[in-house]
């Protein structure tokens, strides 16, 4: 119980008193960031009942309303409040709001692997749920929304000035239901690009 005190002290002080995710400052308790459960602070975000019910609830019933101030905490300096901030807004990719935050957003490897290790964050098809095709790189292993790839020869950009050097690595990809192309940024530019001139980073 003392270490739960502790925790709990020490994520208030960081988080000035307030819920991590949102502004509520009411019966808040630390919240391990899956795939870890333990007491480490690095490890823990400090969530409000709303946040946490919402997150540890159906995938489907997120409330869209209550996740808009998303758009900030994705920005935290904090690599658990990142993580987890990612694994909500992969959960509402179905928002055009969500996915341009995503879009935006910018986490360092290790953070955005940590993210996505969502236990809930994928759901399994079912029988009502068609089959999306499956998109792949140039040698077979498939992509997924947010991962990282590699391009494997240089690309003309039409409608710009530069070119897409080979090896430019474009992180944080989106799939857009095409298994021929994917979305990603390059220069800050938006792109789609073909997945033959792709490999997995």
Not at 66 to 75: A, K, N, R, S, V
Not at 126 to 134: G, M, W
Not at 139 to 150: A, M, P
Request: glycine share 6%; hydrophobic share 35%; charged share 30%.
């Amino acid at each position: 119980m003392s270490d739960q005190i502790e925790l709990r002290n020490t994520l208030r002080d960081r988080a000035g008193d307030r819920c991590e995710l949102c502004p509520n400052a009411q019966e808040l308790n630390p919240f391990a960031v899956a795939p870890f459960e333990d007491d480490n602070p690095e490890h823990n975000v400090l969530l409000c009942p709303t946040c946490r019910q919402q997150i540890e609830g159906d995938p489907a019933g997120l409330d869209t309303n209550h996740w808009y101030g998303l758009q900030e905490t994705i920005w935290s300096e904090t690599p658990a409040v990142q993580a987890l901030s990612w694994r909500i807004l992969h959960r509402l990719r179905g928002e055009t709001w969500a996915r341009d935050i995503l879009d935006q957003a910018y986490l360092v490897d290790e953070v955005l692997e940590w993210a996505k290790q969502d236990p809930a964050g994928r759901e399994e098809p079912t029988d009502d749920t068609p089959d999306e095709p499956v998109t792949r790189d140039s040698n077979g292993t498939e992509l997924k929304d947010g991962d990282s790839v590699t391009l494997i020869r240089s690309l003309d950009v039409k409608g710009t000035s530069f070119v897409a050097k080979q090896g430019t690595k474009v992180k944080n990809i989106r799939l857009i239901g095409d298994p021929d192309n994917i979305e990603g940024k390059i220069n800050n530019v938006m792109l789609v690009l073909k997945t033959k001139f792709l490999k997995k980073a």
